[in-house]
């Protein structure tokens, strides 16, 4: 969900967890934007009180937001941008690398040690020591906080995966992803599925948590290694998305072969690869599990190729988009068909910094018109619930007034939700 030293102006971009909002770090400060409408993209803060921004991270809709700077790389800021006031800073024994965060949990991820906070207060729970060699920091933590996996690199020779209990603080399990270093790492929203790449960007595999299972591998391409800079799953878990280096993004699609295979009208591609999964079972492992590597579901040309971007798969006005940040600071909204598939239709870009003039003169496309098949799409995309939130979920208070790295005075903070004059109640 985020990628840093992203190009010209931008040195980082972030969606929030769940999509709605978009981070942007630049030489002079950052920028919060909220993406939900196509037409129109709304800057709704901006702070040019802190420099050459290399991290920057919003917590869902809620006001805190937490700033890393170019000039102090070993200082974390956490704000609330609203009130325009410092809740706390914290400082570390080297360079902070990512920076994740979810309703219960925020990890400091450095290139050989890992810090665990509680979000309430603050407080540092756990310290990750002498964890491989992680030098751009690579590391995932579940939106979902009732759960609060934590994945990173547990090899930077191979692509072993270490997922970790932030809530439990305690290892839950090692996978062995890949054969080569770790690129890429994200977890459904859920925190139920784990998706991976390797330095060598030719298959994405997604696993079971907390089992570590294979359930799905996919194939982007044998012809040439890339650098997958950014992996995220659709809210509700059936496609996941894939930027890289290249000019193109894939999407795939993760759908469970039914036992009865009932199709409507069964095509001749459907009937082999029915004939593939009965032989799999009668195959090694090897080979049966080339033939469940699928290509992409979906596809999009990038007008721009050999640069970082960052990509997330969200729900905007009840139909499904893909949506990319670019280096050269422009926000590109696609239209997804999730029954087809095939090409995505660019529908609308947004430029990410400039003038507010810049910004009301956005180029504007074509607009097409969704296939029909989007229509129904918002039944499609329905966000399973994880059950409801309790009443003992913590959150920041109000006047979190910390400075200077102190903790939140303990009268200070609720032991239940509280609102931070959000866009939606906190938590959203």
């Known amino acids: 969900m985020e990628t840093g030293d992203i190009g010209p102006g931008l040195c980082c971009a972030s969606f929030n ?7 942007v770090g630049t030489k002079t400060g950052y920028r919060l934007f909220s993406v939900t409408s196509v037409d129109k993209l709304d800057c709704i803060h ?19 937001v937490v700033v890393v700077s170019e000039s102090m790389p070993r200082r974390m800021n956490v704000y609330h941008f609203k009130k325009g006031t410092e809740i706390c800073n914290y400082s570390y024994s080297n360079n902070i690398l990512a920076v994740r965060l979810n309703r219960q949990r925020l990890v400091v991820c450095l290139e050989e040690s890992i810090y665990i906070h509680n979000i309430k207060d603050m407080k540092l729970l756990k310290t990750l020591l002498n964890t491989p060699s992680n030098p751009s920091g690579l590391c995932a933590l579940s939106i979902n906080h009732s759960n609060s996996f934590l994945a990173y690199p547990g090899s930077d020779t191979i692509g072993e995966i270490i997922v970790y209990d932030a809530n439990n603080l305690s290892t839950v399990t090692m996978i062995p992803a ?26 994405i595999r997604v696993f079971s948590i907390p089992e570590g299972l294979r359930l799905f591998e996919f194939r982007r391409g044998m012809k040439r290694y890339v650098n997958i800079s950014s992996l995220s799953f659709s809210p509700d ?70 640069q970082k971007n960052v990509c997330t798969l969200a729900t905007i006005q009840k139909l499904p988009r893909l949506l990319v940040a670019s280096s050269d600071g422009q926000l590109f909204i696609y239209n997804i068909d999730p029954q087809d598939g095939g090409e995505c239709t660019l529908v609308q870009k947004h430029r990410l910094f400039g003038s507010n003039k810049d910004w009301e003169e956005t180029e504007k496309c074509e607009l097409t ?42 009268h200070e903070f609720a032991a239940g939700p509280v609102c931070l004059d959000d866009e939606t109640e906190f938590p959203p």
Not at 188 to 202: D, F, I, Q, V, W
Not at 276 to 283: I, K, V
Request: charge should be negative.
């Open 369 to 410: 018109e969704p296939p029909q098949a989007c229509q129904s799409y918002a039944a499609t995309v329905a966000i399973p619930t994880s059950g409801p939130v309790t009443a003992t979920l913590t959150g920041y208070s109000e006047d979190g007034g910390a400075k200077k790295g102190e903790v939140i005075p303990e």
């Open 46 to 64: 901006e702070s040019t009180e802190t420099p050459d921004v290399y991290i920057v991270e919003r917590l869902f809709s809620s006001s805190l």
């Open 237 to 306: 878990a059936q496609f996941l998305c894939a930027s890289s280096n290249t000019e193109t993004l894939h999407i795939f699609k993760l759908k469970q072969h039914s036992p009865s295979g009932e199709e409507d009208a069964p095509s001749w591609s459907a009937y082999v690869g029915k004939m593939f999964t009965a032989a799999s079972s009668y195959l090694p492992a090897q080979v049966s599990g080339m033939m469940s590597q699928d290509r992409a579901f979906a596809t999009v040309r990038l007008q721009m190729a050999g």
């Open 17 to 23: 967890q769940d999509s709605t909002s978009l981070a």
């Open 178 to 203: 890949h054969d080569s270093p770790l690129a890429a790492i994200t977890f459904s929203a859920s925190g139920t599925k784990l998706a991976s790449a390797s330095e060598r960007g030719t298959v």
